[in-house]
Nanobody, 115 residues
Framework: QVQLVESGGGLVQPGGSLRLSCLVSRSIFSITTMGWYRQAPGKQRELVAEIISGGTTNYVDSVKGRFTISRDYAKNTVYLQMNSLKPEDTAVYYC?????????WGQGTQVTVSS
């Protein structure tokens, strides 16, 4: 079992920044892949960024160069640094962990980009 708790969402103006955090209930050394997904109203959930156990990172094209996924082993936390935010980044952001063949989700955190 893995529990995930996201935090850091909020309202930000276009061009602003936010950092999302995902606190993991077990050592992230044991997690195969950690990812951030998002779901906007009326749209399917999409993968935004992921970091694989060896350190490889992947991003959806729309956030490349603006978002950075990282992890802190000491804090069992995965981050998503989001810069140059756009209104189209507005969504609920979810943390995901792939562990022993199962996927686990957090409760989500709302990010709203608006002036």
């Amino acid at each position: 079992q893995v529990q995930l708790v996201e935090s850091g969402g909020g309202l930000v103006q276009p061009g602003g920044s936010l950092r999302l955090s995902c606190l993991v209930s077990r050592s992230i050394f044991s997690i195969t892949t950690m990812g951030w997904y998002r779901q906007a109203p009326g749209k399917q959930r999409e993968l935004v960024a992921e970091i694989i156990s060896g350190g490889t990172t992947n991003y959806v094209d729309s956030v490349k160069g603006r978002f950075t996924i990282s992890r802190d082993y000491a804090k069992n936390t995965v981050y998503l640094q989001m810069n140059s935010l756009k209104p189209e980044d507005t969504a609920v952001y979810y943390c995901n962990a792939e562990y022993r063949g199962f996927g686990y989700w957090g409760q989500g955190t709302q990010v709203t980009v608006s002036s």
